[in-house]
C-alpha cells in the first residue's frame, strides 16, 4: 500500500508567478485535502476535492485553485503568489466512507516566494 | 467560528513524569476532536480520535464539552514521546479540520 506523495519537495518561485503542486493520494483513498501550514503555525485548511469537485474550502482567495483526476490525483495551484504565501503545503488523502478515520498525510512541498 | 488553541508552545518534562498537553476549542455544533503527532523528520499522523475513545502509545484524551477542552495525557513520558503535538477539530465526519497552533513535547532523559 502506497502512501501520499507530493512533488516537488521544495521549490523557489518569484512574486508574481504562478506554481503548481502535485499530490498522489494513498491507494484506496478518494479524497484529497490541500492545507497550508507556515512556520511555527498548525496547518490551516485550503480546500478538498471528492469526486473531482471542490467539497469544501477555507478561508484562502479565489487565486488558489485546485484540481482532482480521476485517479484521484489532485493539484494545487497558487497563482500571483505573494510573499506570504512561502509555507509548507500539504496535502492528505482519506476515503469518503471511513468517517473519523482522520487522513493520510504527505511530507508536505515547501514553497519560497521571494 | 472554530478555533483550536494550545496554550503551550513547548513543554518540557523528564522522563518518567506525567505529561498533559491542553487543548481547548471552540466550536458551536458537536464537535469531533482529533489528536496528531509529528515526530521529528516525520510526516504529520492521527495519534488519537475522541469518538473512539481509545488509547495509543499510552496516551489518552477526554473530551470535556463543558470546559471545551480535549487534553491528551500520558502518565509516563517516554523519550520517544518527544514529537510535535496538533489538537484538531473537525467539522465534517473527520474531514475539512481546524488545527491548533501545536505544542512541542520535549521528553528530557
Same mark, same amino acid.
Given at each position: 500500500?502506497?502512501g501520499v506523495?507530493?512533488?516537488?519537495?521544495?521549490?523557489?518561485?518569484?512574486?508574481?508567478?504562478?506554481?503548481?503542486?502535485?499530490c498522489?493520494s494513498q491507494s484506496g483513498h478518494n479524497t484529497v485535502s490541500w492545507y497550508?501550514?507556515?512556520?511555527?503555525?498548525?496547518?490551516?485548511f485550503?480546500?478538498q476535492y471528492y469526486r473531482?469537485?471542490?467539497n469544501g474550502?477555507?478561508?484562502?482567495?479565489?487565486?488558489?485553485?485546485?484540481?482532482q483526476?480521476?485517479?484521484y490525483?489532485s493539484?494545487?495551484?497558487?497563482?500571483?503568489?505573494?510573499?506570504?504565501?512561502?509555507?509548507?503545503?500539504l496535502c492528505a488523502s482519506s476515503h469518503a466512507r471511513s468517517y473519523n478515520y482522520g487522513y493520510t498525510f504527505g511530507?508536505?512541498?515547501?514553497?519560497?516566494?521571494? | 467560528?472554530?478555533?483550536?488553541?494550545?496554550?503551550?508552545?513547548?513543554?518540557?518534562?523528564?522522563?518518567?513524569?506525567?505529561?498533559?498537553?491542553?487543548?481547548?476549542?471552540?466550536?458551536?455544533?458537536?464537535?469531533e476532536?482529533f489528536?496528531y503527532?509529528?515526530? %521529528?523528520?516525520?510526516?504529520l499522523q492521527l @495519534?488519537?480520535r475522541?469518538?473512539?475513545?481509545?488509547?495509543?502509545? =499510552?496516551?489518552?484524551?477526554? *473530551?470535556?464539552?463543558?470546559?471545551?477542552?480535549?487534553?491528551?495525557?500520558?502518565?509516563?513520558?517516554?523519550?520517544?514521546? %518527544?514529537?510535535?503535538?496538533?489538537?484538531a @477539530?473537525s467539522?465534517d465526519y473527520g474531514q475539512n479540520f481546524?488545527? =491548533?497552533?501545536?505544542?512541542? *513535547?520535549?521528553?528530557?532523559?
Amino acid at each position: 500500500e502506497t502512501g501520499v506523495t507530493q512533488s516537488p519537495t521544495h521549490l523557489i518561485k518569484t512574486r508574481g508567478q504562478q506554481v503548481t503542486l502535485r499530490c498522489s493520494s494513498q491507494s484506496g483513498h478518494n479524497t484529497v485535502s490541500w492545507y497550508q501550514q507556515a512556520l511555527g503555525q498548525g496547518p490551516q485548511f485550503i480546500f478538498q476535492y471528492y469526486r473531482e469537485e471542490e467539497n469544501g474550502r477555507g478561508n484562502f482567495p479565489p487565486r488558489f485553485s485546485g484540481l482532482q483526476f480521476p485517479n484521484y490525483s489532485s493539484e494545487l495551484n497558487v497563482n500571483a503568489l505573494e510573499l506570504d504565501d512561502s509555507a509548507l503545503y500539504l496535502c492528505a488523502s482519506s476515503h469518503a466512507r471511513s468517517y473519523n478515520y482522520g487522513y493520510t498525510f504527505g511530507s508536505g512541498t515547501r514553497l519560497t516566494v521571494v | 467560528a472554530q478555533r483550536v488553541t494550545q496554550p503551550e508552545k513547548l513543554l518540557s518534562v523528564f522522563k518518567g513524569a506525567p505529561v498533559e498537553l491542553k487543548c481547548n476549542y471552540s466550536y458551536s455544533g458537536s464537535p469531533e476532536l482529533f489528536w496528531y503527532v509529528q515526530y %521529528s523528520r516525520q510526516r504529520l499522523q492521527l @495519534l488519537l480520535r475522541h469518538i473512539s475513545r481509545e488509547s495509543i502509545k =499510552g496516551f489518552t484524551a477526554d *473530551l470535556n464539552k463543558g470546559e471545551t477542552s480535549f487534553h491528551l495525557k500520558k502518565p509516563f513520558a517516554q523519550e520517544e514521546d %518527544s514529537a510535535m503535538y496538533y489538537c484538531a @477539530l473537525s467539522r465534517d465526519y473527520g474531514q475539512n479540520f481546524v488545527f =491548533g497552533p501545536g505544542t512541542r *513535547l520535549s521528553v528530557l532523559p
